[in-house]
DNA sequence: CCTGAAGACTTCACCTCTAAACTTCGAAGC
DNA sequence: GCTTCGAAGTTTAGAGGTGAAGTCTTCAGG
């Protein structure tokens, strides 16, 4: 009964070991990076996840209101932006604005000057949530680069920086479907 | 007709302009390293999932075939722990078990010694092609780090490393129900 | 004007995941 | 040996996504 315990979800290092064992050329430094990368990203997702769940809220809600404050001074976007900019059809921008908007949490209007657009905008109690789920995610992010100096946030940035204009590069489009923060 | 492009997709510095314009108490060192964590993993995904559509499956399926080819020799696991490691509910594993098997990934036999068990293993189809996207993945990553020095992809290794001790310290369960690649 | 084409959102059909109820087998107690 | 409990998978209902088709508005030509 102690012989198969469940799945113990190996370490990093034993997770490489396996696949240099079944995989040789493969480099050990790279796939400990790209395999690093995409563990922290899943752990940061569900950190995020448990604080905007606190809000009465999930990400993917969180993420609309991300970039409606970030879209600046009116805090409007139309659904078609929003979509783009969140990765997402706009099927799924529609329903998506839709719960919001049941939610109290966005609003929707037909642009009067062109009244095939639709315009979202951002509610008092949007913007409170999401002002609050930014606080709770500072602090989570503070701890995650506690062990790091400053001197480390910055080459680590840098360094990542590099990455990111790379794949931005190959990838000159917006960047397709697949699920995510930013 | 200039005035609204669509959504030019706010660089990773404007980004974090915007934020602090938004937030002021916001460390925009941490917000950096965050952002590009979060960019940089939506692009990856993206680019495994083109490379793995080629080969006529997706990520999620992928991963059932990175998870039972580290699982070692005999290259089965059940539905429980696949899901474990995976991420999903049993629920999930159940279907996803299910198309895979349809399209001859890998095979669905119950345990004799134990008539309530399910063994989940790889066949030779399920096996190539897992060789197959681990080839072009590699060369992807290859590519991806293609400007850090061997001396900067150990560092960048090791800071990551440092960050993920971190989180898997802070959620020592198995990580909860988000999306994601290994 | 009126018409055809293009653009922006919505609707529809289907697919995949979650949460919770259900089924079945194995193990422990009496 | 029968009963009860627990563990492992499956089934079902519902949330949220995709892609394709549909609707409505605007605009450029005839």
Redesign the interface.
């Known amino acids: 009964m102690a012989d198969t315990p469940?799945?113990p979800?190996?370490s990093?290092d034993e997770?490489i070991a396996?696949?240099q064992?079944?995989?040789q050329?493969?480099?050990p430094?790279?796939?400990?990076?790209?395999?690093?990368?995409?563990?922290?990203?899943?752990?940061?997702?569900?950190?995020y996840?448990r604080q905007t769940a606190e809000l009465g809220m999930s990400?993917a809600e969180w993420e609309v209101l991300k970039a409606l404050?970030?879209a600046?001074d009116p805090y409007r976007?139309g659904p078609?932006?929003l979509a783009?900019?969140l990765?997402l059809t706009p099927a799924a921008m529609t329903h998506r604005i839709d719960r919001m908007v049941a939610e109290g949490l966005v609003t929707r209007e037909r642009d009067e000057s062109n009244r095939v657009r639709v315009i979202v905008g951002i509610t008092e109690e949007g913007r409170a949530k999401w002002?609050e789920a930014?606080r709770m995610a500072?602090v989570f992010?503070?701890?995650?680069?506690?062990?790091?100096s400053?001197e480390?946030?910055?080459?680590?940035?840098e360094?990542?920086?590099?990455?990111?204009r790379?794949?931005?590069e190959?990838?000159p489009d917006?960047?397709?479907?697949?699920?995510?923060?930013?």
């Open positions: 469940g799945a979800e190996p990093l997770q396996a696949y064992r079944e995989f050329d493969l480099d430094q790279v796939e400990k990076v790209v395999s690093a990368l995409s563990r922290l990203n899943r752990r940061m997702n569900v950190a996840g990400n404050v970030l600046g976007m078609g932006d783009k900019r990765g002002l930014m500072t992010e503070e701890e995650l680069l506690q062990d790091l400053g480390e946030r910055h080459r680590l940035g360094m990542l920086t590099r990455l990111l790379r794949v931005e190959a990838q917006a960047g397709g479907r697949l699920s995510d923060l930013d």
